[in-house]
């Protein structure tokens, strides 16, 4: 009998048994990724509030307000982009993933130079959440010294 015939259903067994076992690699129900059988990991994006008013301003402040939020899903949560209706808002974000359970925040800046009266500006929020779009709101009273 020559070396192949001989070796050759051995090697077959081997090869199989080694195949099995990787997708057994996880015994705590979980892949390699950390998802749960089923869990479509998905981020769900929840502000502690989603507006917030500055009150009466003098023309000319920068004032900011942070916004909270949490990953309420099961999956990473990662902001891809925070827009404004108006270059005299400055939205900043951290652009690391959020894990399940974890906070961030979204810090924005008002610049009043130039504006007078009732303000309402808005910043749209743009993730991978199971709600992709959600829109903040910043209002305030800009008042200039000749009111």
Known sequence: MNFKKKYLPILLIISALITANCGNAHKNGTSAAGIQPGDTGAAVIIFREYEHHFGKVAEGE????????ENKGTGNL????????CGCT???YDAKP?????SGIIEVVFDTSGRNGMQTKTISVKSNASIPVVLLKITAEVVTNNN
Do not use: C, E, H
């Open 90 to 92: 400055v939205p900043k």
């Open 62 to 69: 920068k004032i900011g307000y942070v916004f909270t939020f």
């Open 98 to 102: 959020v894990p399940s359970g974890g």
């Open 78 to 85: 990662v902001i891809a982009a925070a827009t404004t209706s």
